[in-house]
């Protein structure tokens, strides 16, 4: 440090605290009724994201989701960016509250039917699901199996295994919105190679539906992969 330059002191420094107001209450000090009345004036995305950093120096708001989901009771529609802070048995429980829920979008995850069976037995009027990875044959057939009346499902920028896809084609009559742009769909036998177009039977399948794709001819991003 320079000569004369002021020393840099942090708040954990006892000789700092010392001069802490005590009519000001610390993060840490709050009561935990208050502090989920906090979280609770944030969206989950808020809470997902960004609000642990805030929060950082209070023990319960290094996992605020873990708190607050429980509390949503009325929720309707849930993102999901990341999934690998949640485990399984939270997840499972918040689920077991969102009754209301109708459309989650979330990253694909390795066991799907523990989550998907989750919603099926507790959220009645779900009917969108949003994918964002890889999507194999067993998600496809945890879907079908747990949750027939499907209404929508986007895989938008997803790696899709051909027999996936037509296992959704085959087996979810109600679905009347599927969208795989800009994919890369997978044939099953060969994983290292990438379908560029569709073909007939595919198209006969999702045409009683609303298909929404793209062509390597029209679109830019597609293009690139």
Known sequence: MEEGAPAV?????????????????RWEDLDTDILVKIFLSFDVLQLTLGIA???????LGSNPPYIAIYRCPQLRRLVMPAWNRIKKDVICKAIRTWR????LTMPSIADPPYLIEEIALNCKNFSELKVIGPFDVLFASTIAKFLPNLKV??????MIVKDALMLILD???????LNISHCLLLPPSMPEKIIKKLDKIILQK???????TCTEHSCIMCQRT
């Open 206 to 212: 999702a045409a009683p539906r609303e298909f929404l």
């Open 100 to 103: 209301c829920l109708e459309s």
């Open 153 to 158: 499902l986007g895989l938008r920028c997803s």
């Open 53 to 59: 950093n805030v929060f950082n120096s209070c023990e």
């Open 9 to 25: 002191r942090r708040w954990e420094d006892p000789a700092v605290r010392k001069w802490e107001d005590p009519a000001i209450r």
């Open 171 to 177: 087996d979810l009559p109600n679905l009347e919105v």
